[in-house]
């Protein structure tokens, strides 16, 4: 049986390269241009959507929520500095410790309690907070897209229907 929520981080972490891989074809000073957007640049996207990543795999693997985004605005400023390579390296690294947490995961569905500092307390499957992690990067992808465009540059087509065929 196919196992859709390891399929989603597939998905997610094809996607993650794909937007990587794009970004490096275009002019170095793409990454850091400054727009008028959600973001003022590709560089805090790309770092925001690390950070996060790494925030929903502490949380899963057992650290309190709390602690686990307790130095984001730190390491943000830290990552944005970075050059696209270096990102794609870090995405490489944690994508791989990702995957060995749902590959020794035995039990998706379990449910733990997060108290977030943003939303309240909630109880929440492990399956749910892989979903939250896919569905928060496609749509910052999508920031990205629109940044890019805005800036004079195609996107690449990052959606899921891609996924099936071009991965």
Same mark, same amino acid.
């Given at each position: 049986?196919?196992? !859709?929520?390891?399929?989603?981080? *597939? #998905? !997610?972490?094809?996607? @993650?390269?794909?937007? &990587? +891989?794009?970004?490096?074809?275009?002019?170095?000073?793409?990454? %850091?241009?400054?727009?008028?957007?959600? #973001? =003022?640049?590709?560089? +805090?996207?790309?770092?925001?959507?690390?950070?996060? *990543?790494?925030?929903? &795999?502490?949380?899963? %693997?057992?650290?309190?929520?709390?602690?686990?985004?307790? @130095?984001?605005?730190?390491?943000?400023?830290?990552?944005?500095? +970075?050059?696209?390579?270096?990102?794609?390296? &870090?995405?490489?690294? $944690?994508?791989?410790? #990702?995957?060995? #947490?749902? *590959?020794?995961?035995? *039990?998706?569905? +379990?449910?733990?309690? $997060?108290? @977030? =500092?943003?939303?309240?307390?909630?109880?929440? %499957?492990?399956?749910?907070?892989? $979903?939250?992690?896919?569905?928060?990067?496609?749509?910052?992808?999508?920031?990205?897209?629109?940044?890019?465009?805005?800036?004079?540059?195609? %996107?690449?087509?990052?959606?899921?229907?891609?996924?099936?065929?071009?991965?």
């Amino acid at each position: 049986m196919t196992n !859709h929520v390891k399929t989603m981080y *597939d #998905f !997610h972490t094809w996607a @993650n390269q794909t937007m &990587l +891989k794009r970004l490096k074809e275009l002019p170095q000073e793409v990454y %850091s241009q400054e727009v008028q957007s959600v #973001f =003022p640049t590709v560089a +805090k996207v790309m770092a925001h959507i690390y950070i996060v *990543d790494q925030a929903w &795999l502490r949380i899963m %693997s057992g650290m309190d929520m709390r602690e686990a985004v307790s @130095n984001v605005g730190e390491m943000e400023k830290q990552l944005e500095t +970075k050059t696209v390579e270096e990102i794609e390296s &870090l995405y490489t690294e $944690l994508a791989e410790r #990702f995957q060995a #947490f749902l *590959d020794h995961e035995e *039990d998706l569905e +379990k449910r733990i309690v $997060l108290d @977030n =500092p943003y939303a309240g307390v909630r109880e929440t %499957s492990l399956a749910e907070m892989v $979903l939250q992690v896919v569905n928060h990067g496609t749509y910052h992808r999508g920031n990205v897209t629109a940044m890019l465009r805005q800036m004079g540059h195609a %996107s690449v087509m990052t959606e899921y229907a891609a996924y099936w065929y071009w991965r």
